[in-house]
Nanobody, 112 residues
Framework: VQLVESGGGLVQPGGSLRLSCTFS????????MSWYRQAPGKEREWVAG????????LYADSVKGRFTISRDNAKNTVYLQMSSLKPEDTAVYYC??????WGQGTQVTVSS
């Protein structure tokens, strides 16, 4: 299994970004998928998760109402739509399978 994140970058406070995580391997739909993030000097924290079918999602309180996780099993891709971004959302964002596979991360910087 290989995971590759993309879509990070520099955005102003209040802006939006959409992250993508592309899965290579077998049986993408059999895995629940999650997004995590790690800010400088802080521990990695869970952000959001989605079931294999995409029918159920969960969010950390810090992003609830601002971030949306979704997946397209035909494209082997999971997304994280981020809106109303705040400077405290600045971090490296990682995707992870329920089987314990991690991507390499993509940097998101929220700054004016």
């Amino acid at each position: 299994v290989q995971l590759v994140e993309s879509g990070g970058g520099l955005v102003q406070p209040g802006g939006s970004l959409r992250l993508s995580c592309t899965f290579s391997g077998l049986s993408f739909s059999s895995y629940g998928m999650s997004w995590y993030r790690q800010a400088p000097g802080k521990e990695r924290e869970w952000v959001a998760g989605v079931t294999g079918t995409g029918s159920s999602t969960l969010y950390a309180d810090s992003v609830k109402g601002r971030f949306t996780i979704s997946r397209d099993n035909a494209k082997n891709t999971v997304y994280l739509q981020m809106s109303s971004l705040k400077p405290e959302d600045t971090a490296v964002y990682y995707c992870k399978t329920s089987g314990g596979h991690w991507g390499q991360g993509t940097q998101v910087t929220v700054s004016s």
